[in-house]
Structure formats: C-alpha cells, structure tokens
C-alpha cells in the first residue's frame, strides 16, 4: 500500500467560546459538562468519531449536534449555534483570518509547513493524531 495523502482535520470554535487552544478548550469544557455543543456532518462520520475520540481522552463530555453536511454546519458555527466543530483545513483559513472562527489546532501528528502557526491537538493531548 503506498499512500498518496494524507489529511487532517482542524478543531475550530466560534469566537465567541472563551477558549484560545485546546487545554482551555478542555478545561472549559470540563468546568461546563454538557453545555458545550459540537458539531459533526452526521452521526458516525469521522469528525464525528474524532470528536468522541477527543472527549475520550480528555474526559469532556460536550452535546454532539449531527448536521446533514458541512454548509449547514459552517453557517450554525459562524453564527454561534454551536461553539465547537473539526473541520476541513480547505475553509478555515478564510475564516480564521476574518475573525469569524478561531482555529485552535489540527489533528495531525506535527505542525504544518503551510501553516506552521497552528499546534497539533497533540500538543494539548499527548498521543492524540488522527489523520485521513
């Protein structure tokens, strides 16, 4: 098997949420127990299943909100419906640079060329890496 690419996703929350990386994410989380939403495109899809996979290892317990595709779940994240998401890297750049979406880390094993800025969740949670 030889791979072509490999992709991960990024963990964005609305500005609005008073988390600026990932320990506050989780400390937020952790002090606000199921009164954070997040979103996914639909239960059992894989941002769905990296979600979980963050609430596993970080014991946060947050309310999963399934949308039937990612333009509905954007325009709900944008707009502050839901306050978390992981996302494709194709659109956050845009938003993040606006101001409409803070990004604050990918699930990749190491830090990108592209965007060198941004930390891997990693760097939060030791041992977590996820990548498509």
């Known amino acids: 098997m030889t791979v072509v690419a490999a992709a991960s996703f990024i963990l964005v929350?609305?500005?609005g949420l008073a988390a600026t990386g990932v320990r506050e994410l989780i400390d937020l989380a952790r002090a606000k127990p199921?009164?954070?939403t997040y979103a996914s495109t639909?239960?059992?899809g894989t941002n769905h299943l990296v979600a979980e996979l963050?609430?596993?290892?970080t014991g946060v317990r947050m309310v999963h909100v399934p949308y039937k595709g990612g333009g509905p779940l954007l325009t709900d994240l944008l707009?502050?419906?839901i306050?978390?998401?992981?996302?494709g890297l194709l659109t956050a750049?845009?938003?993040e640079k606006s101001g409409k979406l803070r990004v604050l880390g990918h699930t990749g094993g190491h830090r990108l060329a592209s965007w060198p800025d941004m930390p891997t969740i990693a760097e939060g949670i030791p041992g977590f890496e996820l990548v498509g």
């Open 13 to 15: 929350v609305h500005p």
């Open 34 to 36: 199921g009164q954070l």
């Open 42 to 44: 639909g239960t059992g």
């Open 54 to 57: 963050f609430s596993s290892m």
């Open 79 to 81: 707009g502050g419906q």
């Open 83 to 87: 306050m978390v998401a992981l996302s």
């Open 93 to 95: 750049p845009q938003f």
